[in-house]
Nanobody
Framework: QVQLVESGGGWVQAGGSLKLSCAAS????????MGWYRQTPGKQRELVAS???????NYADSVKGRFTISKDNAKNTVYLQLNNLKPEDTAIYYC??????????????WGQGTQVTVSS
């Protein structure tokens, strides 16, 4: 059974930093696109950052220049470095792994989420 386990969330003051990790029990981790999403009560889950299997990255405009996504294929782990945090970054952060099989089926897995709270 595939598991994605996030860690590294917590409470921090505005301007502070956190580093989130997501360890994935995927046999072919390097073939997956990995993403970090976040969600607050009453709002839809939104994409924060993603990294393709080839290492290309993409960021939401609201976090560009402050957050950095990276991955270590040898450790089956994706990271999200959060710098210069703002109160509006407060959310549950979720890790996602996705790929399209050779048959065209989309496979997607989610972690359980980790809470990030930023106080002003």
């Amino acid at each position: 059974q595939v598991q994605l386990v996030e860690s590294g969330g917590g409470w921090v003051q505005a301007g502070g930093s956190l580093k989130l990790s997501c360890a994935a029990s995927l046999r072919t981790f390097s073939s997956y696109a990995m993403g970090w999403y976040r969600q607050t009560p009453g709002k839809q889950r939104e994409l924060v950052a993603s990294i393709s299997s080839g290492g290309s990255t993409n960021y939401a405009d609201s976090v560009k220049g402050r957050f950095t996504i990276s991955k270590d294929n040898a450790k089956n782990t994706v990271y999200l470095q959060l710098n210069n945090l703002k109160p509006e970054d407060t959310a549950i952060y979720y890790c996602n792994a996705g790929r399209t099989t050779i048959l065209g089926k989309v496979v997607s897995y989610w972690g359980q989420g980790t809470q990030v709270t930023v106080s002003s």
